[in-house]
């Protein structure tokens, strides 16, 4: 007799996906799997299409060929179990929202976007605040916060939507170290209690250090698996068209 | 209802028409000015204005009368072409969007122009006071101005109310917004029109040139004093239906017309906001940086 093993979908499979912008081919046929419950980064050179790849698997992407699933599912049946958190300059700036009111936009897909929050919305959304340390924060105007209380916010508003999987662009740009650190502490907690996180960024050294996965990206998937697997010289030698740094210890 | 209220003014009859009739059309564009402000549409509402003039112009031609309504109808109509040809321009010219708007906004007020010379050289006794679509007339308003555009203004704002948090987070954050699962493309083609239909009330009173200006001006006045969007909206219509009612009267004592007027005001409460306001002021700013260097 055999028993079946229920695994876990994965956090995030492309399957041939491509894309254009303007004519422009950015992701050429790229097919990755991405394991859940881990923190994944998706790293590569300036236009290798990393915005694009995540941006196309949650459907932000008009021209897209191919098959997506996020957790082992397509979007329209994970939207509420799926947070994102965009570039900071794709959010209007000098918008007249103040903190709280970012991450009560969490609840919205559970609620409804005409309906009233409930004292258990509000609940959640004050627990969010608190664990990334902006709980004082709450009625500040966003527009007059640093960037790296900008990102708890945002990071704030994933929380309180309790999702699965968090997709984040560039999370850490003007953002402070140790916002960075606090940041990567809390992704990483999620991420022990089964949640999936997968940031789109640059800085291959945090990766190494802090990331479970890796997706090297040039246009198609050079690398992906664990870090110190995926960012060796010869892979970064092929992204790159040289390597970048050192990064051996 | 209406007449009550202007009876209920302590101002002669013709006064508290152009007064009523200017507060509604300053208080929905100033309420539904944000759409056009925070979506960085501005510019996109200025070249719909300009469009009114020609739909404005054959409207007359065809009916041959100056119905209001049917005025308004032939404004509604060119407003939205020229919308939707600055989409088309954008879409499939691949044309950056100040490039359509550009191009919109010069070809439709060109053709309104031509359009309004022909019928005042047209020898129609009937055209008398078309040309004040151009620069705005407060002084021909009527009470069935004033009704038709509180009905259409109240429903405007009550789309506005019931899809606020909508438009809210698809203007403030639309990548969120459409992975949670709304298409923003119908948010932004609501909001599109909203703003067209503030344009086309207002035009009459403060003329297809300037009618932008009452939609940005209050925003701005407003916003220097405000960190929420529900606070915004009703207060930059606030703001609107002041300088409209006091530019209205002002312009018809001074018989000079109206959208000078009111903008030249609009524009004076602005540049006090942005200066004076008290914590987002230039002034108020200048003053922090100053104790905290001073620290």
Redesign the interface.
């Known amino acids: 007799m055999t028993t079946t093993v229920v695994r876990p979908p994965s956090a995030l499979a492309l399957h041939e996906v491509s894309a254009s912008y303007g004519g422009r081919t950015v992701l050429d046929g790229v097919s990755v799997e991405i394991p859940p419950a881990t923190l994944s980064a998706v790293v590569g050179p300036n236009g290798a299409g990393k915005s694009t790849m995540v941006k196309a698997a949650l459907g932000l992407v008009p021209s897209v060929r191919g098959h997506v699933a996020l957790l082992g599912e397509p979007l329209r049946r994970v939207r509420r179990r799926v947070a994102y958190v965009p570039q900071q300059d794709s959010v209007a700036q000098d918008f007249p929202i103040t903190a709280v009111q970012v991450v009560e936009m969490g609840r919205y897909p559970h609620r409804g976007w005409l309906r009233r929050l409930t004292r258990h919305d509000d609940e959640l959304v004050a627990a969010a605040m608190e664990q990334v340390n902006v709980a004082d924060l709450a009625d500040s105007p966003i527009d007059e916060l640093s960037g790296g209380q900008r990102q708890r916010v945002f990071l704030a508003r994933a929380l309180a939507q309790g999702a699965d999987l968090i997709i984040l662009d560039e999370p850490f740009t003007a953002v402070d170290a140790r916002t960075e650190s606090a940041l990567l502490e809390v992704l990483t907690s999620l991420c022990e209690n089964g949640r999936s996180v997968i940031a789109v960024h640059h800085d291959l050294r945090t990766v190494l250090d802090r990331f479970d996965h890796a997706v090297l990206l040039a246009g198609t998937v050079i690398a992906a698996g664990a870090p110190a697997d995926v960012l060796t010289a010869e892979h970064l030698e092929r992204a790159y068209g040289m390597a970048p740094l050192a990064l051996n210890r | 209802m209406i007449g009550w209220l202007l009876d209920a003014l302590p101002l002669s009859y013709p006064d508290a028409v152009v007064v009523v009739g200017t507060a509604v059309v300053g208080f929905v564009a100033g309420a539904l000015g944000p759409l056009a402000v ?1 979506r960085q549409r501005s510019m996109f509402g200025d070249a719909m204005s300009h469009g009114t003039l020609a739909g404005v112009a054959v409207a007359f031609l065809v009916t041959g009368a100056k119905v209001p309504e049917v005025l308004l109808l032939g404004a509604t109509i060119s407003a939205a072409l020229a919308a939707f040809a600055m989409i088309a321009l954008e879409r499939t010219g ?1 044309l950056r969007p100040d490039a359509a708007i550009g191009v919109v906004l010069s070809v439709s007020l060109t053709l309104g122009i031509v359009l309004l010379t022909h019928i005042a050289g047209s020898g129609n006794s009937e055209q008398a006071g078309l040309n004040s679509y151009l620069l705005g007339q407060a002084a021909g308003l009527t009470e069935r101005d004033i009704v038709l555009a509180l009905a259409l203004g109240a429903a405007a704002l009550a789309v506005l109310l ?2 606020f ?2 438009v ?2 698809a ?6 917004t ?5 298409p923003t493309w119908a948010v932004d083609a609501a909001s599109t029109g909203l703003l067209a239909l503030a344009v086309v009330l207002g035009v009459r009173t403060v003329g297809a040139i300037l009618m932008v200006a009452l939609l940005v001006a209050p925003v701005v006045t407003a ?1 220097q004093l ?4 529900s ?2 909206v009703p207060l930059s219509g606030a703001v609107g239906a002041a300088c409209g009612a006091v530019g209205g009267v002002l312009s018809g004592r001074a018989e000079l017309p109206a959208g000078p007027v009111i903008v030249l005001l609009a524009t004076a409460v602005a540049v006090l906001s942005v200066t004076f306001a008290p914590r987002r002021g230039i002034v108020a700013r200048m003053r922090r940086r100053r104790t905290r260097v001073a620290r």
């Open positions: 925070l691949r019931v899809g948090r909508l809210r987070s203007t403030f954050d639309p990548g969120f459409s992975v949670a699962g709304v916003r405000t960190k929420r969007l606070t915004l």
